[in-house]
């Protein structure tokens, strides 16, 4: 295996023997609470939870991503989970002002607990993982590029929450195959 690989292997491990995995469970608790879910997060991330909402969706949860056409309004006993591994983008901000003023909880994943998106938050899920945020100069920690090494860790995240939620909710994979698609 080339030392590339190596590295980003060792990156992706040394950023999950970091996370607290308590911080997931209670994560998880949340999705397995709400009535309807919308989730949002910009670039590279969107591409993360679009695959974690997929995911959902095959579980039987009600749930949108934030933007398309069908999204529905988010309020009391509904859950907005954003993305936002720098801890703040401008669009993520606005939107999370919106679901607070609706009365949704909100669950922020970010590598930047600090960040002003955290503020929104009823829960913070700290994936401690360089971003855009930290990239450079000293603060560089990965040999993957900007954000990948958050981007790619989300993705080994959402697949075991979602091991979590078949758990939690007793979901059967032949349930989940029921909600695949069949227009592939």
Excluded: C, W
Excluded at 80 to 89: A, K, Q, R, Y
Excluded at 93 to 112: D, E, P, R, W
Aim: charged fraction near 20%.
């Amino acid at each position: 295996m080339s030392t590339l690989y190596k590295a980003a292997l060792s990156e992706l491990e040394n950023t999950f023997n970091r996370l607290d995995d308590a911080e997931v469970d209670k994560a998880v608790e949340m999705i397995a609470a709400a009535r309807k879910i919308v989730v949002f997060a910009g670039g590279r991330e969107k591409l993360q939870i679009m695959g974690f909402a997929m995911r959902l969706f095959h579980m039987g949860l009600a749930v949108a991503v934030e933007g398309d056409m069908t999204t529905p309004p988010v309020g009391k006993g509904d859950l907005f989970i954003v993305s936002v591994g720098p801890g703040e983008i401008s669009t993520a901000l606005a939107l999370l002002g919106v679901a607070k003023a609706a009365g949704a909880s909100i669950l922020v994943l970010t590598a930047q607990p600090q960040g002003r998106a955290a503020k929104y938050a009823d829960f913070v899920l700290h994936l401690p993982a360089q971003t855009m945020a930290d990239d450079q100069g000293e603060k560089k920690t990965s040999v993957l590029p900007m954000g990948s090494l958050y981007e790619g860790a989300l993705f080994v995240l959402f697949e075991v929450m979602v091991l979590k939620l078949i758990d939690t909710l007793v979901i059967s994979p032949e349930a989940m195959r029921a909600n695949h698609t069949n227009l592939e």
